[in-house]
């Protein structure tokens, strides 16, 4: 049991690196590719992935409280208060202004790869531990 909970906490931190890598590259793309992010106005949020977000994060225990934004409840004055990894509908979101991008296409679905094989080996490891 000892060895599957290391097991669990070695790959919880490897998919927290990689939603955070892919936040950070999806972020730069946007700030070339929109407007309303240059324009520090938004990005293509919604009230409801922010709801979404925080009701995934309860159920990994980890409590959301919502921000002062009456619009974005998980938007804070410097961007969004959720990490990555506790949001995986929001990083992992991209749309085809960027992937007219070869770079970045190439980029992303070599990470979203690594991603999908990241939440592939967690549920099997969630199984095992059942
Ligand atoms: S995914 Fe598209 S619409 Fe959303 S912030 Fe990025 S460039 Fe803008
Ligand atoms: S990125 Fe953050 S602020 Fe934007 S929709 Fe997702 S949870 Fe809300």
């Known amino acids: 049991m000892f060895g599957y ?3 669990k906490t070695v790959f919880e931190q490897l998919g927290i690196d990689l939603y955070q ?3 950070d590259l999806s972020k730069r793309q946007c700030e070339i590719d929109c407007f309303k992010i240059r324009g520090t106005i938004g990005s293509c949020c919604s009230d409801l992935h922010c709801d979404l977000a925080i009701q995934y994060a309860a159920e990994k225990g980890i409590i959301i409280e ?6 974005l409840p998980a938007m804070g004055e410097d961007g969004c208060i959720i990490p990555p990894w506790l949001r ?8 085809d202004k960027s992937l007219v991008n070869p770079k970045f296409y190439k980029e992303y679905f070599n990470l979203r790869e690594k991603i999908d094989a ?3 080996r967690m549920y ?3 199984e095992t531990m059942q």
Do not use: D, G, V
Request: with cysteine.
């Open 66 to 71: 919502p921000t002062a934004n009456k619009e």
């Open 5 to 7: 909970l290391m097991m």
């Open 118 to 120: 990241y939440e592939e």
């Open 124 to 126: 099997l490891i969630k």
């Open 88 to 95: 995986p509908m929001c990083t992992l979101h991209i749309c």
């Open 21 to 23: 890598q892919m936040a």
